[in-house]
Nanobody
């Protein structure tokens, strides 16, 4: 499956963006999808994930601000980001893997398929 992340851009602190992760080549059916981000000079870190059955997971620093959702009819997963902070500045990547028991959605090594990333810049 090929993933295309989009929706990044420049926004002021306190603003909002919605990222999209679209699948092509096959559907998202049966896949868990995660969002990760990587700031300059830092490791890629987990942001949020949604399982095929609809289970939702967030890292602590985005809880209450970010919302992950999926539209299976459109083969797209979204990340709505509100109350953005300068420290949210990073390249955001979406990733997918076949959902299965024991999948550790917070670990980047669990995901086989990755999108190209979309840059989010939050100005202060």
């Amino acid at each position: 499956v090929q993933l295309q992340a989009s929706g990044g851009g420049l926004v002021q602190a306190g603003g909002s963006l919605r990222l999209s992760c679209a699948a092509s080549g096959r559907t998202f059916s049966g896949y868990a999808v995660g969002w990760f981000r990587q700031a300059p000079g830092k490791e890629r870190e987990f942001v949020a994930a949604i399982s095929w059955s609809g289970g939702i997971y967030y890292t602590d620093f985005v809880k209450g601000r970010f919302t992950i959702s999926r539209d299976n009819a459109k083969n797209t997963v979204y990340l709505q980001m509100n109350s953005l902070k300068p420290e949210d500045t990073a390249v955001y990547y979406c990733a997918a893997d076949t959902d299965h028991r024991g999948l550790r959605v917070g670990l980047k090594m669990e995901y086989e398929y990755w999108g190209q990333g979309t840059l989010v810049t939050v100005s202060s």
